[in-house]
């Protein structure tokens, strides 16, 4: 069942790093790395921001995008409340995402995630929606991250 949200830019700096640590404990089976998380946090601050407000004006997911070379996108952070998955929420975000990137001039958006070779059934939910909202693997890299957290690399073209 869909929810009703609506997905606005937030510019304050401050309040991208509040809503996105809100947002990212709430997570810990993706986001349990304390400095990853506090990077997380910090990095956010500066890049563009866009959150998912419920009807009754609660922070409710966001997502956070960087460009690279001036032409990929690429999805630093996206995290939703977990009693929020699967109700098309995540869909509306990356969405959003695509359209700044667009408007940007971008013409590949990319994400980084866990790779099937660490099998891990949060991340399996992962990969399985990013397939179904047109992303596909492009490479996993195990020296990105660590051997134990390999880094699969999905693009998409915009």
């Known amino acids: 069942m869909e929810v009703d949200v609506s997905i606005v830019e937030i510019k304050d700096s401050n309040k991208k790093s509040q809503f996105a ?14 400095k990853a998380l506090i990077e997380y946090v910090n990095c956010v601050a500066s890049l563009p921001f866009w959150i998912a407000l419920s009807r009754d004006g609660r922070c409710i997911g966001f997502i956070s995008v960087k460009i690279h070379y001036g032409h990929t ?17 995540g869909r509306l975000l990356v969405a959003k995402a695509e359209e700044y990137l667009k408007n940007n001039n971008c013409k590949y958006i990319i994400v980084k995630t866990l790779s099937e070779m660490a099998e891990y ?12 909202v047109g992303f596909e693997e ?11 957290n390999p880094c699969l690399i999905m693009i998409k073209k915009l």
């Open 21 to 34: 640590e809100e947002i990212l404990r709430r997570l810990p089976e993706w986001f349990g790395i304390e």
């Open 73 to 89: 996108g690429d999805i630093y952070a996206l995290g939703v409340l977990p009693e929020y998955h699967r109700r098309g929420i």
């Open 121 to 132: 059934e949060p991340y399996e939910r992962t990969r399985k929606f990013y397939r179904s």
């Open 138 to 148: 492009l490479i996993t890299l195990t020296e990105m991250w660590d051997s134990e």
